[in-house]
Nanobody
Framework: VQLQACGGGLVQAGGSLRLSCAAS????????VGWFRQAPGKDREFVAA????????RYADSVKGRFTISRDNAKKTVYLQMTSLKPEDTAVYYC?????????????????WGQGTQVTVSS
């Protein structure tokens, strides 16, 4: 599976962005997908994850109620809708895919990673 994240940009606090993670490969629908982010000088952290069929989602406490993860397996794309953005959401956002169904909040679970897209939220 190859992944490509896009949709980042510069937005004012309180604004919204939608990130997309486009995948190649015939078996994408079998993979769970997660979004992670990494701010300068900080470790990569979990943001959200969605199961292979979209039936289950997980969110970091810091984004719960503001971000929504979804997927369209026919389009081989996973989305991260981000609303009420805050300056502390500024980071490079990565999407990742895992065939495993457990520990989806752990970056080590994921074997496939996209290249990242920059999100900058100004105050």
């Amino acid at each position: 599976v190859q992944l490509q994240a896009c949709g980042g940009g510069l937005v004012q606090a309180g604004g919204s962005l939608r990130l997309s993670c486009a995948a190649s490969g015939r078996t994408f629908s079998r993979y769970n997908v997660g979004w992670f982010r990494q701010a300068p000088g900080k470790d990569r952290e979990f943001v959200a994850a969605i199961s292979w069929n979209g039936g289950s989602t997980r969110y970091a406490d810091s984004v719960k109620g503001r971000f929504t993860i979804s997927r369209d397996n026919a389009k081989k794309t996973v989305y991260l809708q981000m609303t009420s953005l805050k300056p502390e959401d500024t980071a490079v956002y990565y999407c990742a895919a895992s065939i495993d169904d457990y520990y989806l909040t752990w970056s080590l679970t994921y074997g496939y990673w996209g290249q990242g897209t920059q999100v900058t939220v100004s105050s």
